[in-house]
């Protein structure tokens, strides 16, 4: 059984940076297609940031430019840079992994998930 844990989230004011982990355990994170998902109050959960296992990385149009996604599979983690933090990416963040999906940004599309870890950005 595939577990996530994500770390890194925090309150920031505009502009700052902030680093999400997500640590892998259960499976080798080179086996899974991985990406970063948030959700706000009565929103949808978006898929930020996605790294397939085959492929490059692809990034929602909102945070392209500010966000780097990157992982590190000698220690089975899965980072998310973000730069330049503006109030609407204000959110519960999500480490999400899949075995199947070769690079969906669909939340359906992945099997496992973290806790989340959340992120304010005040104005």
């Known amino acids: 059984q595939v577990q996530l844990v994500e770390s890194g989230g925090g309150s920031v004011q505009a502009g700052g940076s902030l680093n999400l982990s997500c640590v892998v355990s259960g499976d080798a994170s080179r086996r899974l297609t991985m990406g970063w998902f948030r959700q706000s109050q009565g929103d949808e959960r978006e898929g930020v940031a996605i790294?397939?296992?085959?492929?490059?990385?692809t990034y929602a149009d909102s945070v392209r430019g500010r966000f780097t996604i990157t992982r590190d599979n000698d220690k089975n983690s899965l980072y998310l840079q973000m730069d330049n933090l503006e109030p609407e990416d204000t959110a519960m963040y999500y480490c999400?992994?899949?075995?199947?999906?070769?690079?969906?940004?669909?939340?359906?599309?992945?099997?496992?998930w973290g806790q989340g870890t959340q992120v304010t950005v005040s104005s």
């Open positions: 790294d397939p296992k085959y492929g490059p990385t």
């Open positions: 999400a992994a899949s075995s199947l999906n070769l690079g969906s940004r669909r939340a359906d599309a992945y099997q496992y």
